[in-house]
């Protein structure tokens, strides 16, 4: 495939282009450091996964900083450490502080030269707003679970954006959908018969980190390991023309 086939690159953004897992643990250590056993670092991301997915399917129309402290809740009842509802909101708020793939600023504003930039995230509004600052980028069009009132890997998240991208002239064979997780984008990418960029964060780490497994694998239309890799194919693409 051509990336430069199309005109819109949709993005998640926490593990694609925030680097979730890192920000995470490091916010977790308040609660992991008291627990009495060892937690390794992909143990601490798969129960997170867990419990984040599980609420998520239980309280669509929750805020992600506010479903985040009911996430952190459960972990400390599943390690069994006391934890405060501050200690719980303080995570909440944590997102903030998640710090962006070294790559990700310098590709985005590449990429923007070329394409209309738009992002599909599970994350509520105010959060979305301090990541972006860490992008450094202006995206055209910015649909948050907030807005929608569910999370992926629902379909409702693809249909709204599809509807409100329609409304702005752009056609479903136009987009590129770019992302890191199989289960919350690849696979509806797969129902809504999007073609799919996989940018593979975790290539060199076993498992699935903090997002569930998909089960059967679904199809990506490229695999690339950054976003620094897609830029760079672009550039490639226009040198070859």
Known sequence: ?????????????????????????????????????????DRILEAHARHESSQQLQTPAKRYSELLAVVYKRLAEEWGVAATWDECLAYGNSIKDWPAFPDSA???????QHYKLVILSNVDNASFAASNKRLQVAFDAIYTAEDIGSYKPSLRNFEYMLEKLASLGVEKAQILHTAESL???????????????????????PGFGATMDPGTLPKVDLKLTSMAALAERHRQEMADK
């Open 106 to 112: 310098a590709a985005l504003q590449y990429l923007k």
């Open 1 to 41: 495939m051509r990336v430069s086939d199309y005109r819109v690159l949709t993005f998640d953004c926490y593990g694609t282009l925030i680097d979730w897992e890192s920000g995470m643990v490091a916010a977790l250590e308040t609660l992991t450091r008291r627990v009495g056993q060892p937690l390794s670092r």
């Open 183 to 205: 289960f919350h984008d690849h696979g509806p990418a797969n129902q809504m018969e999007l073609a799919s960029c996989w940018i593979f964060r975790r290539h060199d780490k």
